[in-house]
């Protein structure tokens, strides 16, 4: 880590030079609903009052669903409700944590473009562990902007539930799901006004880890078992980090374009849990009156948490045309970005 305990790497806010804006949105989740309840055989650490420091009571469980199934639900739920067809699809972006192993190579991009008919299409994945939805706008901006594709589809899904350790508490702050979003270049003023992005290796705490072996038999065949694992210490040790470095990268934003978190109309994150979003908002000097999140029923979706509440923001009202909105995700220890975006549609 490099001396100033806010900076992984020494990057600088960015403003796009053209307008590229979210002009498509949509999500999938899956139907089965897993509450704290039908868990209670877990073991919460004593002296933590789970409900107060997490806030979540309840995810989604894809069952019998893979991410790359979820994922096109939602890229053809975005395509469908905005007019979109799979010809008019210049580029897929698809971004997850949970490393679904009939995907691992190649990665289900090419799975969603084939299956959402985007015969014009090429695909690919960005993998930035559980931030690789803002890195995927970020991207699909550039391609936009570069003239190397005209309309972009980024979507995020998360199958974590089956491959989690429920002998662990911190399986209670998973839930599975999927968001799409559509990009085009938009009228100036509208779409990405900013955007921020830092790494650095850091030490070992949630991740995807990959056995693989020989399975016995006469015919050996070859096995590979993602799992979500978590460091036994990563809370103590990460969360001090996590409170400031999302807030100290949207900083850089507000920096660029001169302006300061009362210029924000929403802010929505990579949620986590609601000590940490609490903590995010205070760093940020805001009300957490300007939080959205659906910690409570959804839990943590990792990469496909943004997209899915800016559909769920989107679809009640909560967030409207002309708004500001800030965005900021962690993963991977470390990836850290933030967003600021005009709402335009």
């Known amino acids: 880590m490099q001396n100033n305990e ?20 949509g999500s999938y989740l899956p139907s089965k609903e897993i509450t704290n309840n039908d868990l209670s055989f877990i073991e919460k650490p004593e002296g933590v009052d789970f409900d107060a420091v997490f806030g979540i009571s309840a995810r989604r469980m894809a069952d019998g669903e893979t991410a790359a199934q979820m994922a096109v639900k939602a890229a053809k739920d975005a395509m469908d409700r905005f007019g979109f067809k799979g010809e008019d699809i ?44 803002i890195p995927s706008i970020m991207t699909a901006s550039s391609f936009i902007q570069s003239g190397f594709a005209k309309t972009v589809l980024v979507v995020a899904g998360e199958s974590l539930l089956e491959n989690v350790d429920f002998s662990n508490f911190k399986a209670l702050t998973i839930g599975d799901g999927a968001g799409a979003v559509i990009l085009q270049e938009v009228e100036q003023g509208n779409g990405i006004e900013a955007f921020h992005n830092m790494s650095w290796q850091g030490p070992r705490a949630a991740g995807i880890q990959i056995r693989s072996g020989f399975k016995g038999g006469d015919k050996p065949k070859f096995s590979i078992d993602p799992f979500l694992t978590v460091e036994p ?53 805001s ?59």
């Open 6 to 25: 806010f900076i992984l790497s020494n990057t600088q806010a960015v403003i796009p030079a053209k307008s590229v804006g979210i002009v498509g949105i």
């Open 90 to 133: 210049d580029l897929v972006i698809t971004t997850n944590s949970c490393k679904d192993p009939e995907y691992l190579t190649p990665p289900f991009s090419a799975y969603v473009q084939t299956k959402i008919g985007a015969v014009n299409a090429s695909a690919f994945s960005v993998d930035c562990g559980f931030n690789g939805f």
């Open 233 to 285: 210490i990563s809370l103590q040790r990460d969360v001090p980090f996590l409170e400031r470095y999302i807030p100290e990268s949207l900083k850089c934003c507000f920096s660029k374009l001169e302006i300061s978190s009362n210029d924000v109309d929403k802010f929505i994150f990579g949620q986590q849990f609601a000590a940490l979003t609490n903590a995010w908002m205070h760093n940020l000097e």
């Open 287 to 345: 009300s957490i009156d300007k939080n959205f999140d659906t910690l409570e029923t959804l839990a943590a979706i990792k990469t496909a948490s943004i997209p899915v509440n800016l559909d769920i923001a989107y679809k009640n009202g909560v967030i409207k045309k002309g708004d500001r909105i800030a965005l900021g995700d962690q993963g991977a220890n470390w990836y850290i970005s933030s967003a600021i975006i005009k709402w335009c549609i």
